[in-house]
Structures are given as C-alpha cells and as structure tokens.
C-alpha cells in the first residue's frame, strides 16, 4: 500500500479522468487530495472589491482578514464538494488551509503539496494544458511530483 497524494486545480476537478484516476489509487492504497480553487478565489474577491495580486512565485497576496475569509470559504466549499463526491471511495479531501494557532493561512495549494512531499509515495497534480508548463517548472526540483494535464472541454 502506497500514500498518494493528488492536488486537483479548481478547474479541472470535476473532470472525470481526475476522477477515475484518484479512485483507482484509492482501492490499494492511502489517497489524499488536495483541492484547489483559485479561479473561484479570484471570483470572489473581484466580486468583494478587492485587487488581486500575486508574489514572484505565483502566489496570491492577501493583506487583509477580509481577504483570507473568502479564501476560506471558497476553500471550504470545495473541500466539502469534493468530499461529497469521493463518498465511500476511501479518498480523503483537504483543502490547502492551515492555521497558526489562531491564525488563519489558506496556502497555495502547490506549496501544500510541497509541504507534504516527504510524506507521500506517489504525487500528481492535475491541472489545465496551458497551465503546464508553469506547473512543471514550480515543482521542477521535485522529482516525486507528475503533472497531469487535463483537457476540460
């Protein structure tokens, strides 16, 4: 039995091939995904007032609480549609969200993935064709990680 983790981009996790293939893992082997939202994260905060702005990494910037608990509640939406849908198929769903004692810290799922690393036989993020490339070259020093690109038409 293998740990494998999944790191699904918000996009492409209703797709059916990240489906099938996380469900599969998940009859021999211990399977976490990590579900991503940062399309709808972006709807969101558009839609609340605020910029959105990214580090040199790639990472959103949120400088307020205001900002972090929409973050939030996007992340939780997904990580509980996401669970709903893996029900019963032995599929564990986090969304990247961590907290520092009392603070709250949504972490780009990508760096969540890195975090984990060490602890994970198998690794594969999933995400859109023209995003690959960007993908592959963040986890370029990460030998462990496969990137999966999916087609959502």
């Known amino acids: 039995m293998k740990n494998i983790l999944f790191k699904g981009s918000g ?6 091939k990240f489906f099938d293939d996380v469900v599969a893992s998940a009859k021999n082997n211990y399977v976490v995904v990590i579900c991503g939202g940062g399309t709808k994260i972006s709807v969101a905060l558009k ?30 939406v997904e990580e509980k549609r996401q669970q709903d849908k893996f029900v019963g ?23 969540l993935v890195k975090a984990w690393d ?16 960007k993908k592959k070259e963040i986890f370029k020093d990460f030998p462990k990680v496969d990137i999966i690109s999916v087609s959502t038409n």
Request: charged residues 35%.
């Open 118 to 133: 060490l602890g994970f036989d198998e690794i594969y993020v999933y995400t859109k064709p023209e995003r690959e490339k």
């Open 89 to 111: 198929k032995g599929v564990n769903v986090k969304a990247p969200i961590l907290h520092a004692g009392s603070v709250l810290c949504p972490i780009n799922g990508d760096d």
């Open 11 to 16: 996009d492409i996790t209703d797709s059916k």
């Open 47 to 76: 839609a609340a007032g605020f910029e959105i702005k990214f580090d040199d990494l790639g990472r959103r910037i949120t400088e307020t609480w205001d900002e972090r608990m929409i973050m939030r509640h996007v992340l939780e």
